[in-house]
Protein backbone atom coordinates (compact mmCIF):
# COMPACT_ATOMS: atom_id res chain seq x y z
CA UNK A 1 0.00 0.00 0.00
CA UNK A 2 1.50 3.40 -1.31
CA UNK A 3 -0.93 5.76 1.03
CA UNK A 4 -3.89 5.77 3.27
CA UNK A 5 -7.08 7.17 1.23
CA UNK A 6 -7.56 10.16 3.27
CA UNK A 7 -10.67 10.01 5.15
CA UNK A 8 -13.70 12.35 4.83
CA UNK A 9 -13.87 15.20 6.28
CA UNK A 10 -16.15 15.40 9.04
CA UNK A 11 -19.89 17.10 8.76
CA UNK A 12 -19.93 20.68 9.69
CA UNK A 13 -22.70 21.69 12.41
CA UNK A 14 -25.92 21.61 11.41
CA UNK A 15 -29.13 23.77 12.44
CA UNK A 16 -31.17 22.72 15.11
CA UNK A 17 -34.27 20.87 14.29
CA UNK A 18 -32.62 20.17 10.50
CA UNK A 19 -34.45 16.83 9.20
CA UNK A 20 -31.92 13.43 9.19
CA UNK A 21 -32.84 12.64 5.89
CA UNK A 22 -31.85 16.37 4.03
CA UNK A 23 -28.37 16.74 3.07
CA UNK A 24 -27.68 20.11 4.11
CA UNK A 25 -26.12 22.55 2.14
CA UNK A 26 -23.42 25.38 2.70
CA UNK A 27 -23.17 26.04 -0.90
CA UNK A 28 -25.52 25.08 -3.75
CA UNK A 29 -25.90 22.19 -5.71
CA UNK A 30 -25.93 21.85 -9.38
CA UNK A 31 -27.95 19.84 -11.16
CA UNK A 32 -25.79 18.10 -13.76
CA UNK A 33 -28.01 18.91 -17.03
CA UNK A 34 -26.69 22.85 -16.58
CA UNK A 35 -25.09 23.14 -20.01
CA UNK A 36 -22.08 25.97 -20.18
CA UNK A 37 -24.29 28.29 -21.43
CA UNK A 38 -26.97 27.92 -18.43
CA UNK A 39 -23.71 28.35 -15.88
CA UNK A 40 -22.34 31.52 -17.93
CA UNK A 41 -25.92 33.09 -17.24
CA UNK A 42 -25.45 32.40 -13.80
CA UNK A 43 -22.11 33.28 -13.03
CA UNK A 44 -23.01 37.29 -15.64
CA UNK A 45 -23.62 40.09 -13.14
CA UNK A 46 -26.97 41.38 -14.88
CA UNK A 47 -25.67 44.84 -16.10
CA UNK A 48 -28.27 47.57 -15.08
CA UNK A 49 -26.35 49.51 -12.87
CA UNK A 50 -29.48 51.58 -11.49
CA UNK A 51 -31.19 48.19 -10.47
CA UNK A 52 -28.26 46.43 -8.97
CA UNK A 53 -28.77 43.15 -7.28
CA UNK A 54 -28.31 43.01 -3.66
CA UNK A 55 -24.95 41.35 -3.16
CA UNK A 56 -24.25 38.94 -0.53
CA UNK A 57 -20.69 40.08 1.23
CA UNK A 58 -17.80 37.73 1.13
CA UNK A 59 -17.43 37.23 4.71
CA UNK A 60 -21.10 36.00 4.95
CA UNK A 61 -20.55 32.62 6.90
CA UNK A 62 -21.36 29.54 5.61
CA UNK A 63 -23.61 26.76 7.80
CA UNK A 64 -25.97 27.66 10.46
CA UNK A 65 -27.73 31.06 10.42
CA UNK A 66 -28.10 32.55 13.98
CA UNK A 67 -30.78 35.18 13.45
CA UNK A 68 -33.37 31.97 12.94
CA UNK A 69 -34.08 28.78 14.45
CA UNK A 70 -36.21 26.28 12.38
CA UNK A 71 -38.94 25.14 14.89
CA UNK A 72 -41.58 22.81 14.38
CA UNK A 73 -45.18 24.07 14.31
CA UNK A 74 -47.56 22.78 16.72
CA UNK A 75 -50.77 25.05 16.63
CA UNK A 76 -53.54 23.85 15.42
CA UNK A 77 -54.66 27.13 14.39
CA UNK A 78 -51.47 27.34 11.79
CA UNK A 79 -52.12 26.05 8.80
CA UNK A 80 -48.62 24.37 8.21
CA UNK A 81 -49.19 22.46 11.91
CA UNK A 82 -47.34 19.58 11.93
CA UNK A 83 -44.85 20.96 9.64
CA UNK A 84 -42.12 23.77 10.27
CA UNK A 85 -41.04 27.47 10.23
CA UNK A 86 -38.28 29.78 10.45
CA UNK A 87 -38.06 31.78 13.45
CA UNK A 88 -36.48 34.75 14.64
CA UNK A 89 -33.62 34.53 17.51
CA UNK A 90 -32.87 38.57 17.71
CA UNK A 91 -35.15 41.31 16.41
CA UNK A 92 -34.59 41.69 12.57
CA UNK A 93 -34.25 44.87 10.79
CA UNK A 94 -36.52 45.37 7.75
CA UNK A 95 -34.26 45.32 4.60
CA UNK A 96 -31.87 43.44 6.29
CA UNK A 97 -30.81 39.51 4.98
CA UNK A 98 -32.24 36.67 6.77
CA UNK A 99 -30.49 34.01 4.90
CA UNK A 100 -29.53 33.00 1.56
CA UNK A 101 -31.87 30.41 0.31
CA UNK A 102 -29.81 27.13 -1.18
CA UNK A 103 -30.92 23.98 -2.90
CA UNK A 104 -30.14 22.21 -6.22
CA UNK A 105 -29.77 25.37 -9.25
CA UNK A 106 -31.69 23.35 -11.87
CA UNK A 107 -33.26 23.94 -15.61
CA UNK A 108 -36.64 25.43 -15.35
CA UNK A 109 -38.43 23.95 -18.27
CA UNK A 110 -38.94 20.86 -19.83
CA UNK A 111 -37.76 18.15 -20.39
CA UNK A 112 -35.22 18.88 -17.31
CA UNK A 113 -37.33 20.82 -15.44
CA UNK A 114 -39.57 18.04 -15.49
CA UNK A 115 -43.17 19.20 -16.27
CA UNK A 116 -46.09 16.61 -16.38
CA UNK A 117 -42.97 13.65 -16.07
CA UNK A 118 -39.97 13.62 -14.28
CA UNK A 119 -36.03 13.32 -15.05
CA UNK A 120 -34.26 9.74 -14.99
CA UNK A 121 -34.01 9.68 -11.21
CA UNK A 122 -37.95 9.69 -11.45
CA UNK A 123 -37.77 13.41 -9.75
CA UNK A 124 -39.97 15.99 -10.84
CA UNK A 125 -39.17 19.59 -9.80
CA UNK A 126 -42.90 20.56 -11.38
CA UNK A 127 -44.15 18.67 -8.13
CA UNK A 128 -41.41 20.57 -5.86
CA UNK A 129 -42.83 23.04 -2.95
CA UNK A 130 -39.78 24.26 -2.72
CA UNK A 131 -38.62 25.33 -6.05
CA UNK A 132 -38.16 29.27 -7.02
CA UNK A 133 -37.10 30.83 -10.54
CA UNK A 134 -33.91 32.60 -9.96
CA UNK A 135 -33.51 33.77 -13.56
CA UNK A 136 -36.82 32.72 -16.28
CA UNK A 137 -34.94 34.50 -19.28
CA UNK A 138 -32.35 32.21 -18.63
CA UNK A 139 -34.33 29.21 -17.67
CA UNK A 140 -32.77 28.65 -14.12
CA UNK A 141 -34.51 27.97 -10.89
CA UNK A 142 -33.51 26.80 -7.52
CA UNK A 143 -34.97 23.97 -5.66
CA UNK A 144 -34.96 23.01 -2.08
CA UNK A 145 -36.83 19.72 -1.49
CA UNK A 146 -34.40 17.49 -1.89
CA UNK A 147 -31.38 19.02 -0.02
CA UNK A 148 -31.17 22.90 1.28
CA UNK A 149 -30.41 25.07 4.08
CA UNK A 150 -32.73 26.36 6.66
CA UNK A 151 -34.30 28.80 4.16
CA UNK A 152 -36.52 25.97 2.81
CA UNK A 153 -38.68 26.49 5.87
CA UNK A 154 -39.74 29.93 5.48
CA UNK A 155 -43.54 29.81 5.41
CA UNK A 156 -46.36 31.67 3.36
CA UNK A 157 -48.42 34.60 5.32
CA UNK A 158 -51.61 33.17 4.27
CA UNK A 159 -53.88 32.09 7.30
CA UNK A 160 -51.27 32.03 9.75
CA UNK A 161 -52.83 33.54 13.62
CA UNK A 162 -51.19 36.29 14.45
CA UNK A 163 -51.83 38.41 17.64
CA UNK A 164 -54.33 40.46 16.80
CA UNK A 165 -55.81 38.65 13.39
CA UNK A 166 -53.82 37.14 10.76
CA UNK A 167 -50.08 37.86 9.81
CA UNK A 168 -48.86 39.92 7.26
CA UNK A 169 -45.60 38.57 5.16
CA UNK A 170 -42.99 40.45 6.84
CA UNK A 171 -40.07 39.30 4.27
CA UNK A 172 -39.63 38.38 0.89
CA UNK A 173 -37.72 36.41 -1.50
CA UNK A 174 -34.87 38.37 -3.64
CA UNK A 175 -32.45 37.27 -6.17
CA UNK A 176 -28.42 38.49 -5.31
CA UNK A 177 -25.03 38.43 -5.98
CA UNK A 178 -23.42 35.86 -4.16
CA UNK A 179 -19.31 37.11 -4.60
CA UNK A 180 -18.44 34.52 -1.94
CA UNK A 181 -18.20 32.36 -5.22
CA UNK A 182 -15.51 32.48 -7.66
CA UNK A 183 -16.45 35.37 -10.06
CA UNK A 184 -19.26 35.73 -8.13
CA UNK A 185 -23.06 33.67 -8.70
CA UNK A 186 -26.68 34.90 -8.79
CA UNK A 187 -28.77 33.27 -6.18
CA UNK A 188 -31.95 33.59 -4.05
CA UNK A 189 -32.20 34.60 -0.65
CA UNK A 190 -34.82 35.75 2.04
CA UNK A 191 -34.93 39.23 3.08
CA UNK A 192 -36.85 41.03 6.10
CA UNK A 193 -39.21 43.42 3.95
CA UNK A 194 -38.53 47.46 4.13
CA UNK A 195 -40.43 49.48 6.16
CA UNK A 196 -42.96 51.24 4.64
CA UNK A 197 -42.55 55.27 3.84
CA UNK A 198 -44.77 56.24 6.51
CA UNK A 199 -43.70 53.42 9.01
CA UNK A 200 -43.34 55.29 12.86
CA UNK A 201 -41.92 53.89 15.93
CA UNK A 202 -40.96 50.63 16.57
CA UNK A 203 -41.96 49.38 12.82
CA UNK A 204 -39.58 51.55 11.14
CA UNK A 205 -36.40 49.50 13.59
CA UNK A 206 -38.19 46.43 13.75
CA UNK A 207 -39.27 44.26 10.59
CA UNK A 208 -39.58 40.49 12.54
CA UNK A 209 -39.15 40.75 16.13
CA UNK A 210 -37.30 38.23 18.46
CA UNK A 211 -39.79 34.74 18.43
CA UNK A 212 -42.16 36.07 15.30
CA UNK A 213 -42.13 33.77 12.54
CA UNK A 214 -40.28 34.80 9.18
CA UNK A 215 -43.15 35.04 6.50
CA UNK A 216 -43.32 35.34 2.61
CA UNK A 217 -45.71 35.59 -0.33
CA UNK A 218 -45.26 32.47 -2.00
CA UNK A 219 -46.95 34.52 -4.94
CA UNK A 220 -50.73 33.75 -6.17
CA UNK A 221 -49.56 31.01 -8.72
CA UNK A 222 -48.21 28.60 -6.16
CA UNK A 223 -51.52 28.17 -4.17
CA UNK A 224 -53.47 28.70 -7.24
CA UNK A 225 -51.55 25.79 -8.83
CA UNK A 226 -52.01 23.93 -5.30
CA UNK A 227 -56.15 23.99 -5.71
CA UNK A 228 -55.85 22.77 -9.23
CA UNK A 229 -53.97 20.27 -8.19
CA UNK A 230 -56.48 19.30 -5.70
CA UNK A 231 -59.33 19.99 -8.18
CA UNK A 232 -60.77 22.86 -6.62
CA UNK A 233 -61.90 26.22 -7.51
CA UNK A 234 -59.08 29.10 -7.64
CA UNK A 235 -60.45 31.15 -4.31
CA UNK A 236 -58.76 34.32 -5.97
CA UNK A 237 -55.86 35.20 -3.57
CA UNK A 238 -54.66 38.73 -3.31
CA UNK A 239 -51.87 38.79 -5.94
CA UNK A 240 -48.53 39.91 -4.40
CA UNK A 241 -45.22 38.04 -4.58
CA UNK A 242 -44.58 36.47 -7.75
CA UNK A 243 -41.52 33.81 -7.17
CA UNK A 244 -42.95 30.60 -6.40
CA UNK A 245 -42.21 28.56 -9.87
CA UNK A 246 -45.54 27.77 -10.11
CA UNK A 247 -46.40 31.03 -10.61
CA UNK A 248 -47.66 31.32 -14.41
CA UNK A 249 -45.48 30.04 -16.83
CA UNK A 250 -43.18 27.30 -14.98
C1 LIG B 1 -41.27 25.76 1.27
S1 LIG B 1 -42.20 24.69 2.25
C2 LIG B 1 -42.23 25.53 3.78
C3 LIG B 1 -41.72 24.66 4.89
C4 LIG B 1 -42.66 23.59 5.35
N1 LIG B 1 -43.57 24.11 6.33
C5 LIG B 1 -41.87 22.43 5.93
O1 LIG B 1 -41.90 22.19 7.14
O2 LIG B 1 -41.17 21.77 5.15
C6 LIG B 1 -43.79 24.92 1.52
C7 LIG B 1 -44.88 24.09 2.12
O3 LIG B 1 -45.19 24.56 3.43
C8 LIG B 1 -46.59 24.53 3.65
N2 LIG B 1 -47.06 25.90 3.88
C9 LIG B 1 -46.30 27.01 3.94
N3 LIG B 1 -47.04 28.10 4.20
C10 LIG B 1 -48.31 27.69 4.30
C11 LIG B 1 -49.55 28.35 4.55
N4 LIG B 1 -49.64 29.64 4.75
N5 LIG B 1 -50.67 27.59 4.56
C12 LIG B 1 -50.62 26.26 4.36
N6 LIG B 1 -49.47 25.58 4.12
C13 LIG B 1 -48.33 26.28 4.10
C14 LIG B 1 -47.22 23.93 2.42
O4 LIG B 1 -47.35 22.55 2.65
C15 LIG B 1 -46.18 24.19 1.37
O5 LIG B 1 -46.24 23.24 0.36
Redesign the pocket.
Known sequence: MIGKAKADSPPGPLPINWPAHIPYLTTPSYSPHLTPAHLRALRTRPGDPSDPLPEIARDLKPGPCPSIRIIP?TDPGH??NG???LFATRDLAPGELVLPYLGEIHIGTPPFGSSGGSDASGYDYAQS??DLWLDRDADLAVD?ARTGNEA?????????PGRDGKKKANAEFRVVWDARRGVGERGMAVFVLRAGKRATGRARAVGVGRGEEVLVS?GRGFWQG?REEEGQEDGGWDGDGVVAKEEGGG
Open positions: IPAQAGDYARFVNDYRGVYR
